[in-house]
């Protein structure tokens, strides 16, 4: 039913005017029963379809979901997002999207949650998912690369995220390398990068952005460092064509990271919005600290840091965290 649902919003979306009942049976292959079925679902779950005898169905109105049939039927892609599952709660999608995988999901498959139990971040952190603001999504990617290339990944996703809100919200946002999207100062997106490698082949890559789009209230120890799209517009977003721009820009990203299996063909777009770029910054590994500037990064996404003297580091973002001198960024 999901993905009928999905073809008729599609068909729908492509019509200004009305669209006959017969002609949509045609397009899909179904029953008018099923037609009328499928309307009355859409209806149920917040959709305004107008119908009218001897004319047919036309779009008025569609709610903020990020449902399934609705991310499906807007999301301009080749392969990325085609096969959207969706579940108003989860514990995390990071791990349903592993799940999926193990029971053998296609590439490009996406999970989208409202409400995250146990959102997941980085170094072990939880991620604050309240419901039905933001957007927790997930990603699988079955890459051929090796399992050391993985976290450029995270720094793709990390650029198409920027890329995409920028498309869907006119907002130009930052980034904090290697994959914090921030706008203001504070962060809007932080992502989670997960694989699981069989006999040292890739076997899968789970992606996951949480990306901040109308949450208005943040928990104190969050608000200086957290914000929204809302918050930084001044206006709510409809977080569907968010996630459908920053999947489309994914996809894109992805075709040119994978001619070389680097960074090559991205580096100067991510260097363009990197705010850490010609700053000074702290880098923080296990047992050492030292300050030096940021020169952006080279084609494996690691940080070019020169130090007084001269010298210049690559630092690989799996061992060290880099902070700004007098702020987050
Ligand atoms: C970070 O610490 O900055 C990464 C946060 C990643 C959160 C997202 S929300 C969607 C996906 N599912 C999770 O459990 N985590 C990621």
């Not at 980034?175 to 082949?201: F, H, R």
Request: glycine share 8%.
């Amino acid at each position: 039913m999901e993905k009928t649902k999905s073809r008729i919003l599609k068909e729908l979306r492509q019509r200004d005017d009305y669209l006959s009942g017969q002609e949509l049976c045609q397009q899909l292959g179904i029953s008018r029963t099923a037609v009328w079925k499928n309307i009355k679902a859409l209806q149920g779950e917040g959709y305004e379809i107008e119908a009218v005898q001897n004319r047919g169905y036309r779009l008025r109105k569609v709610p903020d979901v990020i449902s399934a049939p609705e991310l499906e039927s807007i999301v301009n892609t080749q392969w990325v997002g085609k096969n959207v599952h969706f579940k108003y709660e989860t514990d995390s999608t990071n791990l349903w999207a592993k799940q999926l995988a193990e029971q053998g999901a296609p590439a490009g498959t996406v999970v989208v949650a409202e409400r995250q139990t146990k959102g997941r971040g980085r170094r072990g952190r939880t991620w604050v998912s309240s419901e039905g603001q933001n957007i927790y999504m997930t990603l699988l990617l079955r890459p051929e690369i090796q399992p050391q290339d993985a976290p450029m990944v995270t720094l793709l996703m990390g650029l198409s995220v920027a890329q995409g809100v920028e498309k869907a919200t006119g907002l130009c946002p930052g980034i904090k390398w290697p994959n914090d999207v921030v706008l203001d100062g504070k962060k809007i997106c932080g992502i989670l990068t997960e694989m699981s490698v069989q006999a040292e082949y890739m076997d899968y890559v789970v992606v996951g952005p949480g990306i901040n789009v109308n949450q208005t209230d943040f928990p104190q120890e969050l608000s200086d460092k957290a914000t929204s799209l809302r918050l930084q517009a001044g206006r709510a977003f409809r977080r569907v064509e968010v996630a459908a721009a920053v999947l489309e820009a994914f996809e894109k990203n992805l075709e040119i990271f994978l001619e070389t299996c680097d960074l090559t063909g991205l580096q100067e777009q991510y260097n363009h919005i990197l705010l850490n770029m010609n700053q000074e910054v702290r880098i923080l590994d296990k047992d050492s600290e030292r300050t030096g500037i940021a020169r952006g990064i080279n084609n494996r996404g690691e940080l070019l840091v020169e130090y007084p003297g001269g010298k210049t580091e690559a630092v690989f973002a799996g061992e060290v965290s880099v902070r700004g001198l007098y702020s987050y960024v």
